[in-house]
């Protein structure tokens, strides 16, 4: 039935906040977060080197004399 039909595909869009698993569309003004509080929450992570996103290995650097 289309009304099943629209509850899949709108539970298809729907995700979680990264910060709490709160359920989130895409249309939501804070989106992927839940609310400003987890974004700020986010990005205070992001500040604090909690998040890393790997790259290549850095050869180790030599002392100068």
Not at 8 to 30: E, N, Q, W
Not at 51 to 56: A, H, L, N, S, T
């Amino acid at each position: 039935s289309l009304r099943i039909h629209r509850y899949f595909a709108l539970s298809r869009r729907m995700m979680t906040c990264p910060i709490c698993k709160k359920t989130v569309a895409p249309g939501d003004p804070d989106f992927p977060f839940c609310s400003e509080r987890c974004r700020i929450i986010d990005l205070g992570n992001w500040a604090t080197d909690q998040y890393v996103i790997p790259g290549p290995e850095l050869p180790p650097q030599q002392e100068e004399e």
